[in-house]
Each structure stands twice: as structure tokens, then as C-alpha cells.
């Protein structure tokens, strides 16, 4: 802390004790004779401050941090230092897929379905899954619309609100031009009112622009002016339109 010759504060620096070299700062804060800095070491040194380098879980939060910030080099090194840790972690599978759909790495699906059959918990295996519909999507390998839904239906059975394979399902309806079908699964996303439901609001949005003309159907013409979609209309609309069972 800096103080004035009055002792009012300054400034106060908060930041781990091996130093400030390197690190950025993350928050600012202005008070009436008060500044206060917050500063973020680097990604990869987080799990050292907090004594988890050898924590798996800690070094792929780490790794896709690094991720989003498009440094796919340090994020594979921390994914393959978790793997090397615990080899049979699943995110860190998870981790090298969605690197290796980037790098255009034809193990991007292998990893995916690893990280399914290694996975834990519930929540991993959700993860993993979706993982493996972004890699069908993504890649397009031979019969990628078959396995697509066939991951899809997996997903839906077993998981309540399942928004993120959701989402992918409309864009890969979307890929196909089939709005009616896309507009389903963006405003199921919406109805879930989760993290993503701004996106699938968003998406929906294009859709509407881009449609030409109504459903078919009655029934697909009712649902598709509602506010919401319930289990029950998306299951009318399946078989009514979509011609699903």
C-alpha cells in the first residue's frame, strides 16, 4: 500500500508473492484518493500460486483459459501435462479434441469418444459427449448427420437441459438449411432460460430472417408462434413435421 503524506491510500497492489514480473492487470478500481489495482499472473503459473501444479483439474481450467485466449500451444502442454498425471482424465481428453477440431487433427473424434468412456461423473460425461457432436459438426466425416443424432439422442435421454449439444444441433440444422428444425432446438435452448439461452436468442433470430415461408403443418404453425416450447409441443412437433419418432 502507498500512502500520502496525510495517510490517506494511494494505491494497493494485490498480487502472490513470487512477484509482479509478468503478470497484468485484470481489475481497476477508483475511489476519491484511492486507486486499487487487482493483477492475474500468467494462466500457467495459477496452479503453482495455488500449489495444484500437479492437479489435473487446475491445469485444464488453466489450459482453457489459455484456450479462449488462442494460445494452443501452452494449452497443450497443460492438457497433456494433466494426462500425464492422471491418464485417464477426461476433460483433458476433452481439451485435446476441441484443440485438435482447431488444427484440423484427425484424432479430434478418438479423443472425444475416450473421454466418454474415461469419464467420472455425470457432468464430465455431458462434456464429453457435446464434445463429440461439436467434433461431427465441425469435421463432417463420412454419415456425420446419423452419428450426429444418434450422440443427440443419447444426450437428450439422459440429461436434463442439455443446452450446449442443443445449440449445436440448430447450427447443424442451420448448415443444412432447415430452419423449421433449427427453430426448434434454439427455442428449446430459450425455453431452458440457461447460459445460453442469449445465444439461441440470437441464432433465432437469423433463422426468422431467413425463413421464407411458414411450417407445414397446423400444429407446427401453432408452435411456432409461441412464446415458449414445451417436452410436449417439441414432441408434436417431431412427429408432426420432422416426420420423427
Avoid at 500512502?3 to 512477484?19: I, N, R
Avoid at 400444429?219 to 414445451?230: D, E, F, M, N
Wanted: aromatic letters at 8%; charged letters at 25%.
Amino acid at each position: 500500500k502507498c500512502f500520502d503524506a496525510d495517510g490517506h491510500g494511494l494505491v494497493e497492489l494485490m498480487a502472490p508473492d513470487f512477484g509482479l514480473t509478468g503478470h497484468s492487470p485484470t481489475a481497476l478500481q477508483a475511489f476519491p484518493g484511492f486507486l486499487k489495482i487487482a493483477l492475474q499472473p500468467p494462466a500457467e503459473e495459477l496452479a503453482v500460486m495455488d500449489g495444484d501444479a500437479d492437479n489435473p483439474h487446475y491445469l485444464c481450467s488453466n489450459a482453457d483459459r489459455l484456450l479462449l485466449d488462442n494460445d494452443v500451444t501452452r494449452a497443450r502442454e497443460l492438457y497433456e501435462r494433466a494426462l500425464a498425471i492422471d491418464p485417464g482424465y477426461s476433460p483433458a481428453m476433452v481439451g485435446l479434441s476441441r484443440l485438435s477440431v482447431l488444427n484440423a487433427d484427425s484424432r479430434a473424434q478418438a479423443y472425444a469418444k475416450q473421454a466418454i468412456s474415461s469419464a467420472r461423473t455425470k457432468e464430465q460425461k455431458l462434456a464429453a459427449s457435446t464434445q463429440l457432436m461439436q467434433v461431427y459438426f465441425k469435421t463432417r466425416p463420412d454419415n456425420w448427420e446419423k452419428a450426429l443424432e444418434q450422440e443427440w439422442k443419447k444426450v437428450i435421454r439422459d440429461y436434463d437441459k442439455p443446452e450446449a449439444a442443443a445449440m449445436i444441433m440448430g447450427r447443424a440444422s442451420l448448415a443444412k438449411s432447415d430452419f423449421l428444425k433449427a427453430t426448434v432446438f434454439f427455442r428449446q435452448v430459450i425455453d431452458w432460460d440457461e447460459s445460453l439461452s442469449g445465444q439461441a436468442d440470437k441464432m433465432l433470430a437469423g433463422v426468422y430472417r431467413q425463413l421464407q415461408a411458414e411450417p407445414g403443418t397446423k400444429a407446427a404453425r401453432l408452435i411456432a408462434r409461441q412464446k415458449t416450447v414445451s417436452r410436449a409441443d417439441l414432441a408434436v412437433l417431431l412427429v408432426e413435421e420432422l416426420r420423427l419418432t
